[in-house]
Protein backbone atom coordinates (compact mmCIF):
# COMPACT_ATOMS: atom_id res chain seq x y z
CA UNK A 1 0.00 0.00 0.00
CA UNK A 2 1.37 3.93 -1.18
CA UNK A 3 2.05 6.01 1.54
CA UNK A 4 -0.76 8.66 0.46
CA UNK A 5 -3.34 5.27 0.45
CA UNK A 6 -2.06 4.24 4.04
CA UNK A 7 -2.86 7.99 5.08
CA UNK A 8 -6.39 8.34 3.79
CA UNK A 9 -7.10 5.25 5.23
CA UNK A 10 -6.49 6.27 8.71
CA UNK A 11 -8.45 9.46 8.27
CA UNK A 12 -10.89 7.83 7.26
CA UNK A 13 -11.06 5.17 10.26
CA UNK A 14 -10.55 8.08 12.46
CA UNK A 15 -13.34 10.27 10.92
CA UNK A 16 -15.39 7.64 11.54
CA UNK A 17 -14.64 6.75 15.06
CA UNK A 18 -14.88 10.29 15.89
CA UNK A 19 -18.70 10.05 14.44
CA UNK A 20 -19.43 7.10 16.74
CA UNK A 21 -18.65 8.72 19.59
CA UNK A 22 -19.96 12.18 18.78
CA UNK A 23 -23.52 10.80 17.71
CA UNK A 24 -24.88 8.67 20.22
CA UNK A 25 -27.45 7.23 17.87
CA UNK A 26 -25.21 6.20 15.02
CA UNK A 27 -24.17 3.24 17.36
CA UNK A 28 -27.53 1.91 15.66
CA UNK A 29 -26.54 2.41 12.54
CA UNK A 30 -23.31 0.62 13.71
CA UNK A 31 -25.26 -2.63 14.97
CA UNK A 32 -26.97 -2.88 11.38
CA UNK A 33 -23.77 -3.04 9.74
CA UNK A 34 -22.51 -5.51 12.29
CA UNK A 35 -25.28 -7.96 12.16
CA UNK A 36 -26.09 -7.28 8.52
CA UNK A 37 -23.86 -10.15 6.77
CA UNK A 38 -24.64 -12.81 9.49
CA UNK A 39 -28.53 -11.74 8.97
CA UNK A 40 -28.75 -12.09 5.05
CA UNK A 41 -27.95 -15.62 5.45
CA UNK A 42 -31.24 -16.50 6.55
CA UNK A 43 -34.19 -18.26 4.78
CA UNK A 44 -36.25 -15.87 3.72
CA UNK A 45 -38.79 -17.98 1.39
CA UNK A 46 -42.27 -18.47 3.03
CA UNK A 47 -41.64 -22.37 2.22
CA UNK A 48 -38.70 -22.23 5.42
CA UNK A 49 -40.81 -20.33 7.95
CA UNK A 50 -42.95 -21.53 10.10
CA UNK A 51 -46.09 -19.90 10.18
CA UNK A 52 -46.95 -16.80 11.73
CA UNK A 53 -48.65 -16.74 15.28
CA UNK A 54 -52.17 -15.08 14.80
CA UNK A 55 -51.90 -15.37 18.57
CA UNK A 56 -49.64 -14.42 20.75
CA UNK A 57 -48.48 -12.34 23.89
CA UNK A 58 -45.85 -9.82 22.75
CA UNK A 59 -42.23 -10.48 24.43
CA UNK A 60 -39.53 -7.19 23.09
CA UNK A 61 -40.20 -3.93 22.41
CA UNK A 62 -39.33 -2.08 19.71
CA UNK A 63 -36.16 1.04 20.25
CA UNK A 64 -36.02 1.71 17.18
CA UNK A 65 -36.22 0.45 13.17
CA UNK A 66 -35.41 0.78 9.85
CA UNK A 67 -37.23 -0.82 7.00
CA UNK A 68 -35.87 -4.54 7.69
CA UNK A 69 -34.56 -4.47 10.67
CA UNK A 70 -35.83 -3.27 14.15
CA UNK A 71 -33.89 -2.97 17.14
CA UNK A 72 -35.44 -4.22 20.59
CA UNK A 73 -35.17 -4.84 24.07
CA UNK A 74 -35.99 -8.33 25.01
CA UNK A 75 -35.53 -9.26 28.92
CA UNK A 76 -33.45 -7.21 30.04
CA UNK A 77 -30.91 -7.70 26.35
CA UNK A 78 -31.19 -5.35 23.38
CA UNK A 79 -30.92 -7.06 20.40
CA UNK A 80 -31.22 -6.45 16.52
CA UNK A 81 -34.02 -8.76 14.58
CA UNK A 82 -34.98 -9.18 11.18
CA UNK A 83 -38.45 -8.08 10.42
CA UNK A 84 -40.13 -11.14 9.01
CA UNK A 85 -41.07 -10.33 5.18
CA UNK A 86 -44.63 -11.35 5.63
CA UNK A 87 -45.30 -8.86 8.20
CA UNK A 88 -44.00 -5.97 5.70
CA UNK A 89 -46.63 -6.29 2.83
CA UNK A 90 -48.46 -3.97 4.52
CA UNK A 91 -51.68 -1.91 5.15
CA UNK A 92 -52.33 1.78 5.45
CA UNK A 93 -50.31 2.26 8.29
CA UNK A 94 -46.73 2.09 9.29
CA UNK A 95 -45.73 -1.64 10.72
CA UNK A 96 -43.95 -0.83 13.33
CA UNK A 97 -43.09 2.33 15.65
CA UNK A 98 -41.02 2.70 19.00
CA UNK A 99 -42.86 1.47 22.02
CA UNK A 100 -44.56 -1.56 19.56
CA UNK A 101 -44.61 -4.64 21.63
CA UNK A 102 -43.83 -7.64 19.29
CA UNK A 103 -43.15 -10.96 19.21
CA UNK A 104 -39.49 -12.42 18.77
CA UNK A 105 -38.87 -15.73 17.82
CA UNK A 106 -35.56 -17.27 17.30
CA UNK A 107 -34.33 -19.47 14.54
CA UNK A 108 -31.25 -20.71 15.77
CA UNK A 109 -29.20 -17.53 16.84
CA UNK A 110 -31.30 -15.16 14.61
CA UNK A 111 -33.95 -12.76 15.75
CA UNK A 112 -36.99 -12.64 13.89
CA UNK A 113 -39.70 -10.14 14.44
CA UNK A 114 -43.13 -12.16 13.86
CA UNK A 115 -45.86 -10.27 15.31
CA UNK A 116 -46.93 -7.03 16.19
CA UNK A 117 -49.56 -6.52 18.94
CA UNK A 118 -52.57 -4.25 18.51
CA UNK A 119 -52.09 -0.79 19.64
CA UNK A 120 -53.31 0.48 23.21
CA UNK A 121 -52.35 4.31 22.13
CA UNK A 122 -50.27 6.02 19.45
CA UNK A 123 -48.88 9.23 18.31
CA UNK A 124 -49.75 9.58 14.33
CA UNK A 125 -49.90 11.75 11.52
CA UNK A 126 -50.64 11.84 7.89
CA UNK A 127 -48.02 10.26 5.95
CA UNK A 128 -48.46 12.52 3.03
CA UNK A 129 -47.96 11.13 -0.35
CA UNK A 130 -46.90 7.57 -0.15
CA UNK A 131 -48.26 5.08 -2.20
CA UNK A 132 -50.86 3.48 -0.60
CA UNK A 133 -49.55 4.60 3.26
CA UNK A 134 -51.54 6.86 5.17
CA UNK A 135 -51.00 6.63 8.37
CA UNK A 136 -47.58 7.64 10.02
CA UNK A 137 -47.31 5.80 13.46
CA UNK A 138 -44.78 7.92 15.34
CA UNK A 139 -44.75 6.18 18.50
CA UNK A 140 -46.70 3.64 20.12
CA UNK A 141 -47.81 2.62 23.69
CA UNK A 142 -47.09 6.18 24.94
CA UNK A 143 -48.61 7.30 28.12
CA UNK A 144 -47.29 10.95 27.06
CA UNK A 145 -47.07 13.12 24.65
CA UNK A 146 -44.78 16.00 25.95
CA UNK A 147 -45.39 18.68 23.14
CA UNK A 148 -42.30 20.55 23.04
CA UNK A 149 -42.18 24.09 22.57
CA UNK A 150 -39.50 26.69 22.92
CA UNK A 151 -40.33 30.18 24.72
CA UNK A 152 -38.42 31.49 21.27
CA UNK A 153 -35.60 30.79 19.02
CA UNK A 154 -37.68 28.99 17.17
CA UNK A 155 -40.50 31.19 18.06
CA UNK A 156 -43.53 29.70 19.92
CA UNK A 157 -46.24 28.53 17.24
CA UNK A 158 -49.33 27.72 19.36
CA UNK A 159 -51.17 26.63 15.67
CA UNK A 160 -48.71 23.76 16.00
CA UNK A 161 -49.44 23.06 19.58
CA UNK A 162 -53.47 22.78 18.75
CA UNK A 163 -52.48 20.00 15.94
CA UNK A 164 -50.81 17.88 18.47
CA UNK A 165 -53.60 18.40 21.21
CA UNK A 166 -55.74 16.98 18.43
CA UNK A 167 -53.48 14.02 17.54
CA UNK A 168 -53.26 13.32 21.24
CA UNK A 169 -56.77 12.75 21.61
CA UNK A 170 -57.08 11.03 18.23
CA UNK A 171 -54.58 8.71 19.62
CA UNK A 172 -55.59 7.47 23.16
CA UNK A 173 -52.91 9.93 24.52
CA UNK A 174 -52.24 12.47 27.23
CA UNK A 175 -50.91 15.83 25.98
CA UNK A 176 -48.39 17.89 28.02
CA UNK A 177 -47.10 21.62 26.92
CA UNK A 178 -43.42 21.73 27.82
CA UNK A 179 -42.55 25.16 27.04
CA UNK A 180 -38.48 25.12 26.81
CA UNK A 181 -36.02 27.95 26.90
CA UNK A 182 -37.24 29.85 28.99
CA UNK A 183 -33.99 31.37 30.24
CA UNK A 184 -34.31 33.07 26.73
CA UNK A 185 -37.55 35.12 27.84
CA UNK A 186 -38.50 37.27 30.47
CA UNK A 187 -42.24 36.50 30.09
CA UNK A 188 -43.97 33.39 28.68
CA UNK A 189 -45.90 33.76 25.82
CA UNK A 190 -49.22 35.21 25.89
CA UNK A 191 -50.73 32.38 24.10
CA UNK A 192 -49.65 29.53 26.95
CA UNK A 193 -52.17 30.50 29.57
CA UNK A 194 -54.76 29.89 27.44
CA UNK A 195 -53.05 26.09 27.39
CA UNK A 196 -53.35 26.68 30.91
CA UNK A 197 -56.48 27.43 31.18
CA UNK A 198 -57.60 24.37 29.40
CA UNK A 199 -56.33 22.31 31.83
CA UNK A 200 -53.21 21.24 29.85
CA UNK A 201 -50.32 20.68 32.33
CA UNK A 202 -47.54 23.59 31.46
CA UNK A 203 -43.86 22.72 32.50
CA UNK A 204 -41.50 25.50 31.98
CA UNK A 205 -37.83 24.45 31.57
CA UNK A 206 -34.55 25.61 30.88
CA UNK A 207 -31.72 23.25 29.87
CA UNK A 208 -29.48 25.90 30.18
CA UNK A 209 -30.19 26.75 34.10
CA UNK A 210 -31.76 23.67 34.93
CA UNK A 211 -34.89 25.42 35.54
CA UNK A 212 -38.26 22.74 35.38
CA UNK A 213 -36.43 20.24 35.13
CA UNK A 214 -37.32 18.01 38.07
CA UNK A 215 -40.85 18.61 37.79
CA UNK A 216 -40.49 17.54 34.17
CA UNK A 217 -38.43 14.71 35.50
CA UNK A 218 -41.08 14.03 38.23
CA UNK A 219 -44.49 13.89 35.71
CA UNK A 220 -42.38 11.62 33.13
CA UNK A 221 -41.16 8.54 35.75
CA UNK A 222 -42.09 4.92 35.53
CA UNK A 223 -44.44 5.98 31.85
CA UNK A 224 -43.66 5.93 28.50
CA UNK A 225 -43.35 9.11 27.27
CA UNK A 226 -42.61 10.77 23.55
CA UNK A 227 -41.09 14.14 22.83
CA UNK A 228 -42.07 16.05 19.73
CA UNK A 229 -42.30 19.28 18.31
CA UNK A 230 -40.50 21.51 15.49
CA UNK A 231 -36.78 21.40 15.05
CA UNK A 232 -34.56 22.73 17.07
CA UNK A 233 -36.53 23.53 20.28
CA UNK A 234 -34.72 21.35 22.43
CA UNK A 235 -36.11 17.77 22.44
CA UNK A 236 -32.74 15.90 22.14
CA UNK A 237 -30.89 18.41 24.92
CA UNK A 238 -33.96 17.64 27.79
CA UNK A 239 -33.25 14.14 27.49
CA UNK A 240 -29.77 14.99 27.73
CA UNK A 241 -30.31 17.44 30.26
CA UNK A 242 -32.72 14.45 32.33
CA UNK A 243 -29.90 12.21 31.95
CA UNK A 244 -26.67 13.72 30.74
CA UNK A 245 -25.41 9.70 29.93
CA UNK A 246 -27.54 9.76 27.14
CA UNK A 247 -25.03 11.95 25.54
CA UNK A 248 -27.34 12.60 22.31
CA UNK A 249 -26.32 15.10 19.36
CA UNK A 250 -27.61 18.30 18.89
CA UNK A 251 -27.22 21.41 17.09
CA UNK A 252 -27.77 25.06 17.21
CA UNK A 253 -30.70 26.99 15.71
CA UNK A 254 -29.99 28.64 12.61
CA UNK A 255 -29.27 32.71 13.50
CA UNK A 256 -30.68 33.54 10.51
CA UNK A 257 -33.75 31.63 9.83
CA UNK A 258 -34.23 30.85 13.96
CA UNK A 259 -34.87 27.09 12.65
CA UNK A 260 -33.76 24.44 13.75
CA UNK A 261 -31.65 22.06 11.55
CA UNK A 262 -33.31 18.69 12.05
CA UNK A 263 -30.46 16.87 13.83
CA UNK A 264 -32.37 14.33 15.13
CA UNK A 265 -32.54 11.64 12.14
CA UNK A 266 -35.13 9.08 13.55
CA UNK A 267 -37.15 8.72 16.12
CA UNK A 268 -35.73 6.51 19.60
CA UNK A 269 -36.82 4.78 22.84
CA UNK A 270 -34.46 5.30 25.20
CA UNK A 271 -34.40 4.13 28.99
CA UNK A 272 -33.34 6.13 31.76
CA UNK A 273 -33.38 5.43 35.71
CA UNK A 274 -36.85 4.74 37.72
CA UNK A 275 -38.07 3.19 34.86
CA UNK A 276 -38.48 6.25 32.76
CA UNK A 277 -38.88 5.57 29.24
CA UNK A 278 -38.66 8.09 26.99
CA UNK A 279 -38.69 8.45 22.79
CA UNK A 280 -37.25 11.56 21.14
CA UNK A 281 -38.43 11.97 18.16
CA UNK A 282 -37.13 14.13 14.81
CA UNK A 283 -38.54 17.49 14.30
CA UNK A 284 -41.59 17.91 12.03
CA UNK A 285 -41.85 20.90 9.39
CA UNK A 286 -45.82 19.80 9.51
CA UNK A 287 -48.36 17.95 11.19
CA UNK A 288 -50.73 16.56 9.21
CA UNK A 289 -53.72 15.18 10.77
CA UNK A 290 -54.65 11.54 10.29
CA UNK A 291 -57.93 10.06 11.38
CA UNK A 292 -60.26 13.03 11.93
CA UNK A 293 -63.06 14.37 9.62
CA UNK A 294 -64.00 17.77 9.63
CA UNK A 295 -67.27 17.06 11.19
CA UNK A 296 -65.74 15.07 14.33
CA UNK A 297 -63.18 18.20 14.44
CA UNK A 298 -64.91 20.56 17.09
CA UNK A 299 -65.00 17.18 19.44
CA UNK A 300 -61.60 17.61 20.06
CA UNK A 301 -61.55 21.27 20.52
CA UNK A 302 -63.58 21.02 23.74
CA UNK A 303 -64.08 24.66 24.39
CA UNK A 304 -65.72 25.13 21.14
CA UNK A 305 -67.92 21.83 21.80
CA UNK A 306 -68.87 22.78 24.70
CA UNK A 307 -70.76 26.09 22.77
CA UNK A 308 -71.97 24.09 19.80
CA UNK A 309 -75.32 22.75 20.86
CA UNK A 310 -76.39 26.77 21.40
CA UNK A 311 -76.04 27.60 18.06
CA UNK A 312 -78.43 27.25 15.71
CA UNK A 313 -78.23 24.73 13.76
CA UNK A 314 -77.41 21.39 14.76
CA UNK A 315 -74.93 21.28 12.23
CA UNK A 316 -73.36 24.33 12.75
CA UNK A 317 -69.64 24.33 11.06
CA UNK A 318 -68.78 27.10 13.30
CA UNK A 319 -67.47 28.85 9.90
CA UNK A 320 -70.01 30.67 8.35
CA UNK A 321 -73.94 29.79 9.33
CA UNK A 322 -75.92 32.78 11.14
CA UNK A 323 -76.47 32.84 15.06
CA UNK A 324 -73.18 30.53 15.66
CA UNK A 325 -72.40 30.44 19.21
CA UNK A 326 -68.79 29.53 18.75
CA UNK A 327 -68.08 33.15 16.50
CA UNK A 328 -70.70 34.98 19.08
CA UNK A 329 -68.22 34.05 21.55
CA UNK A 330 -64.98 34.63 19.41
CA UNK A 331 -66.54 37.87 19.24
CA UNK A 332 -66.98 38.99 22.38
CA UNK A 333 -63.69 37.72 23.61
CA UNK A 334 -64.89 34.69 25.60
CA UNK A 335 -62.98 32.45 23.18
CA UNK A 336 -59.83 32.91 22.02
CA UNK A 337 -59.25 34.41 18.97
CA UNK A 338 -55.89 32.24 18.31
CA UNK A 339 -57.75 28.46 19.06
CA UNK A 340 -60.54 29.26 16.44
CA UNK A 341 -58.17 29.97 14.07
CA UNK A 342 -56.79 27.19 14.88
CA UNK A 343 -60.23 25.13 14.38
CA UNK A 344 -60.50 27.08 10.91
CA UNK A 345 -57.05 26.26 9.76
CA UNK A 346 -57.42 22.48 10.61
CA UNK A 347 -60.88 22.40 9.41
CA UNK A 348 -60.02 23.95 5.77
CA UNK A 349 -56.94 21.73 5.23
CA UNK A 350 -59.29 18.77 6.55
CA UNK A 351 -61.97 19.46 4.16
CA UNK A 352 -58.79 20.18 1.47
CA UNK A 353 -58.69 17.76 -1.83
CA UNK A 354 -57.27 15.27 -0.60
CA UNK A 355 -59.67 14.72 2.53
CA UNK A 356 -56.55 15.42 4.91
CA UNK A 357 -54.35 17.63 6.66
CA UNK A 358 -51.33 18.69 4.84
CA UNK A 359 -50.24 20.34 7.55
CA UNK A 360 -48.61 24.20 7.28
CA UNK A 361 -50.72 26.06 4.97
CA UNK A 362 -49.48 29.52 3.76
CA UNK A 363 -49.32 31.98 6.39
CA UNK A 364 -50.02 29.11 8.70
CA UNK A 365 -48.81 30.64 12.68
N1 LIG B 1 -30.88 28.92 25.49
C1 LIG B 1 -31.27 27.66 25.45
N2 LIG B 1 -30.91 26.87 24.41
C2 LIG B 1 -31.34 25.59 24.40
C3 LIG B 1 -32.17 25.06 25.41
N3 LIG B 1 -32.44 23.77 25.12
C4 LIG B 1 -31.81 23.51 23.94
N4 LIG B 1 -31.15 24.60 23.52
C5 LIG B 1 -30.34 24.72 22.29
O1 LIG B 1 -31.21 24.61 21.17
C6 LIG B 1 -30.53 23.96 20.08
C7 LIG B 1 -31.37 22.84 19.52
O2 LIG B 1 -31.46 21.81 20.48
P1 LIG B 1 -31.76 20.28 20.09
O3 LIG B 1 -31.84 19.54 21.38
O4 LIG B 1 -30.82 19.79 19.05
O5 LIG B 1 -33.22 20.43 19.45
P2 LIG B 1 -34.19 19.26 18.92
O6 LIG B 1 -35.57 19.66 19.29
O7 LIG B 1 -33.73 17.93 19.39
O8 LIG B 1 -34.02 19.40 17.35
P3 LIG B 1 -34.23 18.26 16.19
O9 LIG B 1 -33.46 17.05 16.60
O10 LIG B 1 -33.67 18.92 14.97
O11 LIG B 1 -35.69 18.04 16.11
C8 LIG B 1 -29.17 23.53 20.65
O12 LIG B 1 -28.19 24.47 20.26
C9 LIG B 1 -29.38 23.56 22.14
O13 LIG B 1 -28.18 23.81 22.84
C10 LIG B 1 -32.52 25.91 26.50
O14 LIG B 1 -33.24 25.56 27.44
N5 LIG B 1 -32.06 27.20 26.45
MG1 LIG C 1 -33.14 16.23 18.40
ZN1 LIG D 1 -71.65 27.32 15.35
Redesign the pocket.
Known sequence: MGKRKRLEKKKRKRVRTRDWEKHGEYSFTHDLVKHRRAQVKLPETPENQQPLPTDFTPNATVIAHAKKWAFVTLGDEERLCLIDERLRPQKRSTLLAPGDRVLVEFEGEDALVRGVAGRKTRLSRYAGEHGSLEEQVIAANVDLLVV?A?AD?PPFRPGLVDRYLVTAQVGGVEPVLCL?????VEAEPAEVAIYRALGIRVYP?????G?GLDALRATLSGRLSV?A?????????????LDPELD??????SEATER??????AARLYTLPDNTRII?????RAMGLWGVSPEELECYFPELAELAPQCKFRDCTHVHEPECAVRGAVESSRLPEGRYDSYLRIRTSLESEDGHSPGRLPGSR
Not at 205 to 209: A, M
Not at 280 to 284: A, L, M, R
Open positions: VAKNKTDLTSCETELGHSGVGKSSLLNALHTASVGRHTTSDTPGI
